[in-house]
Every structure is written in structure tokens, then in C-alpha cells.
């Protein structure tokens, strides 16, 4: 299996770093041209020079945006045909402990920011008949309960189904919609967990592999559910989880 993308336009949502920088780098290596979003200016403009695009900003809570958004991506690219819904946030704490800006803030762009993202390019793809793929950038906290998660794992559970519902609606239209569940990866978005030894020693050991997760293996998972060899598979949730999710 190739996973080919030459010849499609794809857009990564929070590109800068992490798993969205991963994923991005391989699917340009895979033939795609690639387009990626940061919140900010100057990494709108790394991500531009490092792909060779138009620097893209967007903030995920600002979700009246999108139409607009969505219709200069499609006029800059010539039409984008592949969507990774990549950035989202986490406020790990306690529930007692979780306010309601901090459930607003995590649901708003790890879940509704991704819902709006995917409609407003569907509205492009379903009136020009334009086949596509989008991949949501779920976790595992969104199939199993793991402490100081609650927005988090509430905002990727969502996600998880929001991921069968628009599968559901589309598929007649050509438009596949997947979902990746990642265990615990080790980026900068992580370090702060990971870098806690007694806390980093109790989720490795829920891991029956025995190791924690590399973005390039997210990467590739994501690959495959956008390319054509995953061309009968949607609505599905990829667990990349090194078994954590098996109990």
C-alpha cells in the first residue's frame, strides 16, 4: 500500500507542532500539497514557508468564521479534498476542579470547532459533487474514563460519534469521514504529563505494549484512512493505543 496523495489538496488543523506538524509532514510526503492552520500569525507563516502554501490563521472558537474561511482555502487551493481536524485544546483537572470556561474552551474547538470546520467544506463538496475525506483527530480518553479528563474525554467522545453521524449523512456523496484515537504521544503538548515520573509509570503500565506512542505512527494512520486504500472505510474510530483501550 502506497497511501498516494499526489494530486490532492489537504488542510491540517493546528500544524505548528506535535501531532498536526506529523501528520502534516507525511502526508506532503505522501504527494499532497499541503495546507496548515495555527492561531497565530507567525506560525501561520512557518507553516506556510514549510509547505510552500498561503499562511492560513484560524481560531476554533470562532466558529462564525468558517464559511469565509472555508471559501478562500477553496479559492487559494483550487479545492481542498482532504481535511484533518488536528487541533484541539486540553485543561487537565480534577472535575470538582473544572470551571465553565474551561468546559466551553475544550468542547469549543475540540468539538464544535471540528463539527463547523467539516460542514463548512462539505457545503463546497456536496453542491460541486466533489469527492473528499476527512480524518478527526479523536483520543482514547474519548473511549475510556482517565483521570482530570472530563472536558477532554466529553469533547472527544462527541467527537467520536459527530464522526458516524456525518459518515452516516455523506457516504452517498462520496465524502468518507474517519476518526484516529491516539494514546499517549510524546510531544510538546504532552511533556507536561509525561514529564510527571510516578503519573508517566501509571499510564505506561495500562499500555500492554509496554511504550507510549510516536507521531509518526498517528501519522501513518491518518494517512491510510485518507488515501484510496481506505476508500470502504468510514464512520470507523482508528484506535492507536497500544492496546490501552482493550480493558
Do not use: C
Request: proline share 4%; hydrophobic share 45%.
Amino acid at each position: 500500500m502506497s497511501f498516494d496523495l499526489t494530486g490532492k489538496n489537504a488542510l491540517v488543523t493546528g500544524a505548528t507542532r506535535g501531532l498536526g506538524r506529523a501528520i502534516a509532514d507525511r502526508l506532503a510526503e505522501l504527494g499532497a500539497t499541503v495546507y496548515g492552520t495555527s492561531r497565530d500569525a507567525g506560525g501561520a507563516e512557518e507553516i506556510g514557508r514549510r509547505y510552500g502554501t498561503a499562511p492560513l490563521r484560524l481560531e476554533l472558537n470562532d466558529v462564525e468564521s468558517f464559511a469565509s474561511f472555508a471559501e478562500d482555502v477553496t479559492a487559494a487551493s483550487g479545492g481542498i479534498h482532504l481535511l484533518v481536524n488536528n487541533a484541539g485544546v486540553n485543561i487537565p483537572k480534577p472535575a470538582v476542579e473544572v470551571t465553565p470556561s474551561d468546559w466551553n474552551t475544550v468542547l469549543g474547538a475540540n468539538l464544535t470547532g471540528a463539527f463547523f470546520l467539516s460542514t463548512a467544506f462539505a457545503k463546497h463538496w456536496l453542491r460541486t459533487g466533489t469527492p473528499a475525506a476527512i480524518v478527526n483527530v479523536a483520543s482514547q480518553a474519548g473511549l475510556v474514563a482517565i483521570e482530570e479528563r472530563a472536558a477532554y474525554g466529553a469533547s472527544k467522545a462527541g467527537l467520536i460519534h459527530v464522526t458516524k453521524l456525518l459518515a452516516l449523512e455523506w457516504a452517498r456523496a462520496g465524502i468518507r469521514v474517519n476518526a484516529v484515537a491516539p494514546t499517549f504521544v510524546r510531544t510538546e503538548l504532552t511533556e507536561s504529563t509525561l514529564s510527571r515520573p510516578e503519573w508517566a509509570a501509571e499510564l505506561l503500565s495500562r499500555i500492554p505494549v509496554g511504550r507510549f506512542g510516536e507521531p509518526r505512527e498517528i501519522a501513518d494512520a491518518v494517512a491510510y484512512l485518507l488515501s484510496d486504500e481506505a476508500a470502504l472505510v468510514t464512520g470507523h474510530t482508528l484506535a492507536v493505543d497500544g492496546g490501552y483501550t482493550i480493558r
